[in-house]
C-alpha cells in the first residue's frame, strides 16, 4: 500500500481528496495537515466523513511527513507548495500540487499574473503538467506534477482535438466559462460576493483580461498548436455549488463539418478513461458530470459562421481539481486509472 498525505485537508479540494483517497484500494492515507485545525479529526471538521476516516489533522513539518508518507497532495493556495516541495523532492517522496506554483513554465508570467515571485527554476522545469489524456507518457515517470487549474482542465481538453490537427485559427478562440461558488474561492477565503445572499438569483462575470487561468491555457494551446496567440477567455459564477461549463468557440482553417469533427474527437481520446465525446444532437450538461471524474464534450459546426463550437462540462472539485489528481497518482504508480475514481455522476 502507497502511504498517503494531504497537505491542507481542511480546504474543498483537500476534503475531495479526503473522500477519494480513503477509500482508494491502493493507498493508505497516513497525513493530514491544517495549520488552523491542528490536532482535530477530519471526520470533525467535515462530519460527511464520519464512520470512514478519523485521522486527526497536524501542523505540517518536513520531516514528519517524510516519516509518514511517501506520496503527498498539495492543496493550498498559489505560493505555498514551493516553499517545501523541495525538501520532499530532496528525501525521495513525490508531490502533486494542486495549487499554482509549478503551471506556468515562463517565470515572467507568473509574476505577471499572480503578482509573487515564482518557484525555483529546477522544480518548475521538473514538474509534469498533470493532464493524463495529453501527458500519460512523462506521467509515468514523474516526480512532482502541476496539477492543472479547473478552467484550464475544460477548455484545453475541449480544443485539444481541435488545436492538435490544425482545424482551426488558435488567434480565434473564445472561451465563455461558467463555474459554480466551490471554484471562486476557498474555504477559508470566502469573500463576502460569494456568500449566498450574493450568488443566489444572480449570474455575473468576474476576472475579466486578468483572470489567473488564461497564461495556463495559452501556453498548454500553444504546445498543441505551435503558436502563440492569446485566448479570450471570460469565466462566471452561476447559483450552483459545483460544476463548469465551458462554452467555445473558433473559426476553421479549413472545411469541416460536425459528423467530421465528431470522429476526430473520438480518434483523438480513444481509450480515455474519463473523456466522454456526445454523439451529434446530445450536449454537456453540468448535472451529469457531478461528483465524478468526467469530462463530457460536445462539438458542432456552424456553417454559416464557419465557425466551430465546442461545449465541455465537469465538476471543478473533481476533474478540475482532487479527482484528476488522483487521477495522476494513479498514472505515476502504475495503478488501475478507474482505481478510487470509478463513480458515475450524482443524479438529480
Known amino acids: 500500500m502507497l502511504r498517503v498525505g494531504v497537505i491542507g485537508a481542511r480546504g474543498y479540494t483537500g476534503a475531495e ?22 490536532g482535530i479529526s477530519i471526520s470533525a471538521i467535515y ?15 518536513v520531516e514528519t511527513a517524510c516519516a509518514k508518507a511517501d506520496l503527498f497532495f498539495y492543496a493550498l493556495p498559489a505560493g505555498e ?57 512523462q506521467l509515468r515517470e514523474a516526480r512532482l506534477v502541476a496539477n492543472p487549474g479547473c ?19 488558435p488567434a480565434s478562440i473564445i472561451i465563455d466559462a461558467k463555474s459554480g461558488v466551490s471554484g471562486a474561492g476557498g474555504r477559508s477565503t470566502m469573500k463576502p460576493e460569494y456568500s449566498f445572499p450574493h450568488i443566489n438569483d444572480n449570474f455575473r462575470a468576474y476576472g475579466l483580461v486578468t483572470h489567473q487561468h488564461t497564461p495556463e491555457i495559452e501556453q498548454e494551446f500553444a504546445r498543441l498548436s505551435g503558436v502563440n496567440a492569446p485566448v479570450q477567455f471570460t469565466p462566471h459564477l ?15 482553417a479549413r472545411e469541416a463539418d460536425t ?9 483523438f481520446y480513444a481509450g480515455a ?7 451529434e444532437g446530445t450536449l454537456p450538461e453540468t448535472k451529469y458530470v457531478v461528483a465524478s471524474n468526467q469530462c463530457h464534450i460536445g462539438v458542432r459546426v456552424d456553417p454559416r459562421t464557419r465557425r466551430v463550437i465546442v461545449v465541455c462540462a465537469i465538476d471543478n472539485l473533481m ?25 458515475p455522476a450524482l443524479y438529480p
Not at 319 to 343: I, S, T, W
Open 151 to 169: 478552467y484550464p482542465t475544460s477548455a484545453i481538453l475541449g480544443f485539444a482535438p481541435l488545436l492538435a490537427k490544425g482545424w482551426i485559427d
Open 17 to 38: 481528496l479526503v473522500r477519494l483517497l480513503c477509500k482508494h484500494p491502493d493507498v493508505e492515507l497516513t497525513y493530514l495537515t491544517s495549520e488552523s485545525q491542528q
Open 319 to 343: 476533474r478540475g481539481a482532487a479527482g484528476q489528481a488522483v487521477q495522476n497518482m494513479n498514472v505515476m504508480c502504475g495503478f488501475p486509472e478507474r482505481h478510487g475514481l470509478d463513480l
Open 81 to 137: 507548495a514551493m516553499k517545501s516541495a523541495g525538501a520532499l523532492l530532496a528525501a525521495g517522496k513525490r508531490a502533486i500540487d494542486l495549487g499554482a506554483d509549478f503551471r506556468l513554465k515562463d517565470p515572467e508570467r507568473y509574476r505577471q499574473w499572480y503578482k509573487g515571485e515564482p518557484a525555483p527554476a529546477e522544480l518548475v522545469s521538473a514538474a509534469v503538467y498533470g493532464l493524463p489524456e495529453l501527458y500519460r507518457g
Open 238 to 252: 452561476v447559483p450552483m455549488t459545483r460544476g463548469i461549463l465551458m462554452t467555445g468557440y473558433a473559426s476553421l
Open 273 to 279: 478513461e474519463f473523456v466522454q465525446v456526445l454523439p
Open 47 to 61: 462530519p460527511s466523513l464520519r464512520g470512514h476516516i478519523d485521522l486527526a489533522c497536524e501542523a505540517f513539518d
Open 259 to 267: 459528423p467530421g469533427l465528431l470522429a476526430e474527437y473520438e480518434a
